[in-house]
């Protein structure tokens, strides 16, 4: 066993309203530079839906990822003799058309306009070329399914777990339903955008996972950006090289959550420490697609656990990193209380960030059909609910729609005995039996919902001091240090990008 840390994140998905203030938050911070223009760092997409840039979920075109050949795990991209063949005409890239042309307009013509019979109107003018152009795309283009039926058609789940029929009875207008999905970059245990790099410029950080591109060492192959099913890396086109999420380091390093959580409205992030076994990766990743994200919750160690504890500070793990680790709110709902799933998990990078998935788009639509939650046949009307259990489980558990039932379970019993103990419309035995069913204790409920409903910034935001190199240096604990400054900007060595 080789104990290491990662930072993490849990996404809730029934709280995210779609505002894509997150995205703006990284925008502006991150990418607000030439050559960036068109990269979504963070992007919200609606779902089901294409996503950006689009289509990036079929892997049979883009083939990101890994997949287990004859027992061995290797790049769907292809073995490195055939890497190094399309080094210089790499086929497995998204276009420009695939994210979308970035525009902004000729505001000094809106602006500074004189009096007329018209009314003054900004053109749209392309970031690239710096002509007019007609929009056509955008990075959000099938936002709240606007585009729908012809975008969302064809999301390759839909198109996976439905009929050409079954998805034309989908998208009747009257009867849509959708729900958001934030993403940015995992920081996978396991990341193949980092395996598709020939010159060694991707690397995951020791302390902390978090995946870095080295700017000095990039050569601008984008090897890592056909590797990753995710799209999460970026080619910068000014400068040569590729970027991706920094997971805000810098910020992480001085005691602040990063900016798309910072921000996050509906405040449905949780960021928080993991421990797990370096030396199990490749056999986790290698499991057969039913037992995945098992493994990958197997992979994860018990941070209270005295063996655990020994054996990762032997291995050089902080104990405040352990403390942080006994309090991370992401422990608690991926592993504690087993209600976030990893993205994709089939791709078999081992992405470290994880969704609780949305109950809401599925019961509501039972509920209009007359299935009343508390009816004992509702789980087994899944089936039929608008939003299918199938099409969840193509997203967050490789195909095992059980497991997303059971996340449902837990969901709806909390749900139930809260309105029993609250409103009190529903007799506390029925409550009783559903807290039973769900395999939940009433403490257990007690705390999810204090974790999803109640709790402080700094009960979903739990990091370790990170500030290691100012700390050395005055001789002080970072978070103390950073107490003293007031929460103030404090000057780093230039790390990572
Ligand atoms: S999600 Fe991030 S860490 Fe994972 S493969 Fe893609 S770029 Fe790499
Ligand atoms: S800011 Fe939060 S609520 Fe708004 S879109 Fe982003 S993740 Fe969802």
Not at 335 to 355: C, D, G, N, S, V
């Amino acid at each position: 066993m080789n104990v290491r840390s990662q930072v993490s994140m849990v996404f809730h998905l029934d709280k995210c309203i779609g505002c894509h203030t997150c995205s703006l938050a990284c925008k502006n911070l991150w990418t607000d530079r030439p050559g960036t223009e068109y990269m979504w760092w963070n992007n919200v997409e609606t779902k089901p839906g294409t996503g950006y840039p689009t289509l990036y979920e079929d892997q049979e075109q883009y083939h990101g990822g890994w997949v287990v050949e004859d027992g061995k795990l290797r790049l769907k991209l292809g073995s490195r003799p055939t890497e190094l063949v399309n080094i210089s005409f790499n086929p497995r890239l998204p276009t420009l058309d695939d994210y979308y042309e970035p525009w902004t307009y000729h505001y000094k013509e809106l602006i500074e306009a004189g009096p007329g019979d018209d009314q003054p109107v900004a053109k749209p003018i392309s970031m690239i070329t710096g002509e007019e152009m007609e929009i056509e795309a955008g990075p959000n283009w099938d936002d709240d399914l606007s585009g729908s039926p012809i975008y969302a058609e064809n999301d390759p789940n839909l198109r996976k777990v439905m009929n050409e029929e079954e998805r034309r009875q989908f998208f009747e207008l009257q009867q849509l339903v959708y729900f958001y999905l934030p993403r940015i970059c995992n920081h996978c245990l396991n990341p193949s955008c980092v395996a598709a790099c020939p010159s060694g410029a991707i690397y995951k950080r020791g302390e902390d996972g978090i995946v870095l591109v080295s700017q000095e060492k990039c050569q601008g192959w984008r090897m890592c950006v056909s590797g990753c099913p995710y799209k999460k890396v970026y080619f910068n086109w000014n400068t040569g090289k590729a970027e991706k999420c920094i997971l805000c380091y810098p910020r992480l390093e001085t005691g602040q959550a990063p900016a798309c959580m910072h921000s996050c409205v509906g405040k449905i992030r949780y960021l928080g420490v993991l421990l797990y076994d370096a030396d199990r990766i490749e056999e986790t990743a290698s499991k057969p697609d039913a037992e995945l994200v098992d493994a990958q919750r197997e992979i994860i160690l018990d941070p209270f656990d005295p063996k655990i504890i020994r054996k990762a500070l032997a291995d050089g793990v902080d104990q405040k990193v352990v403390d942080a680790a006994q309090r991370s709110p992401v422990y608690k709902y991926v592993k504690a209380w087993r209600l976030a799933l990893p993205l994709h998990p089939e791709w078999r990078t081992l992405p470290m960030l994880f969704y609780v998935p949305p109950l809401l788009p599925v019961t509501a639509t039972l509920t209009a059909q007359g299935r009343h939650e508390l009816d004992p046949n509702f789980f087994s009307s899944l089936e039929s609910a608008r939003m299918p259990v199938r099409y969840m489980a193509s997203l967050f558990t490789a195909g095992d729609e059980r497991m997303v039932i059971t996340v449902y379970k837990k969901l709806l019993a909390g749900r139930i005995f809260k309105r029993a103990q609250t409103v009190g419309d529903i007799p506390m035995e029925r409550a009783s039996q559903a807290l039973e069913e769900a395999q939940l204790t009433e403490r257990e409920v007690e705390e999810i919902y204090h974790l999803t409903a109640l709790a402080a910034f700094e009960e979903m935001f739990v990091i370790p001091p990170m500030l290691r190199e100012v700390a050395i240096q005055m001789g002080v604990d970072p978070h103390e240090f950073q107490e003293e400054r007031g929460a103030g900007f404090v000057q780093l060595p230039a790390r990572g990008l």
